[in-house]
């Protein structure tokens, strides 16, 4: 089992910017590749951003390139996500996610993910 806590999430105003955290425990973390979805309301979760197992390879959604940056620290089994240039359509439930396929990074389905987290609310003002 690997269980997973996100932070971070608040409400900021359209340009600014906020970083998620992702702890996990249980399984070795290092083993897993980790990725990013959202969740806003009356939508399906979508895929954000992930990372392999080492974080040499990550992989990012077309609309976050360029702003969202997904990073992992293995010593503290922790992943981040580095949100900068925050719009209003950015407001959902971003929630982790770890999935066993740890060598890939273009896991964007949330199907192959077998553990998450709770999630954490990112709210965008205009």
């Known amino acids: 089992q690997v269980q997973l806590v996100e932070s971070g999430g608040g409400l900021v105003q359209a340009g600014g910017s906020l970083r998620l955290s992702c702890a996990a425990s249980?399984?070795?973390?290092?083993?897993?590749?980790m990725g990013w979805f959202r969740q806003a309301p009356g939508k399906e979760r979508e895929f954000v951003a992930a990372?392999?197992?080492?974080?040499?390879?990550?992989y990012a959604e077309d609309t976050v390139k360029g702003r969202f940056t997904i990073s992992r620290n293995n010593a503290r089994n922790t992943v981040y996500l580095e949100m900068n240039s925050l719009n209003p359509e950015d407001t959902a439930v971003y929630y982790c996610?770890?999935?066993?396929?740890?060598?890939?990074?273009?896991?964007?389905?949330?199907?192959?993910?077998?553990?998450w987290g709770q999630g954490t609310q990112v709210t965008v003002s205009s």
């Open positions: 996610g770890a999935t066993g396929r740890g060598t890939y990074s273009m896991n964007t389905s949330p199907g192959l993910y077998e553990y």
């Open positions: 990372i392999n197992w080492s974080g040499s390879s990550k």
């Open positions: 249980g399984r070795i973390f290092s083993s897993y590749a």
